[in-house]
Nanobody, 119 residues
Framework: QVQLVESGGGLVQAGGSLRLLCAASGRTFSSYTIGWFRQAPGKEREFVAAVRWIGGSTWYADSVKGRFTISRDDAKNTVYLQMSALKPEDTAHYYC????????????WGQGTQVTVSS
């Protein structure tokens, strides 16, 4: 497993932007797929976006396509989630998670960072 630390959350007005960071410690992200998930109060955790470290393939939930961008920095061993045109319904606790290459599930999770979008 890899240890993950998220940062970058905060309070922003609707229409604004935030950038979340997910940094690895203990080992590099090479061969992993890194995903962002979110959970709002009273709701189930949902997938937001993911990036495969090798090759850089990306995936997005329909609800964030065109507004959020996931990217990675090899040198910093960090994954970013650039969020733009934020909506109140984006308010949630955001988590990053790591899935080993060849694995079928995310087995390392960070503590998350809170994003609150005011209307």
């Amino acid at each position: 497993q890899v240890q993950l630390v998220e940062s970058g959350g905060g309070l922003v007005q609707a229409g604004g932007s935030l950038r979340l960071l997910c940094a690895a410690s203990g080992r590099t992200f090479s061969s992993y797929t890194i995903g962002w998930f979110r959970q709002a109060p009273g709701k189930e955790r949902e997938f937001v976006a993911a990036v495969r470290w090798i090759g850089g393939s990306t995936w997005y939930a329909d609800s964030v396509k065109g507004r959020f961008t996931i990217s990675r920095d090899d040198a910093k061993n960090t994954v970013y989630l650039q969020m733009s045109a934020l909506k109140p319904e984006d308010t949630a606790h955001y988590y990053c998670a790591a899935k080993p290459g060849g694995g079928t599930k995310y087995d390392s999770w960070g503590q998350g960072t809170q994003v609150t979008v005011s209307s």
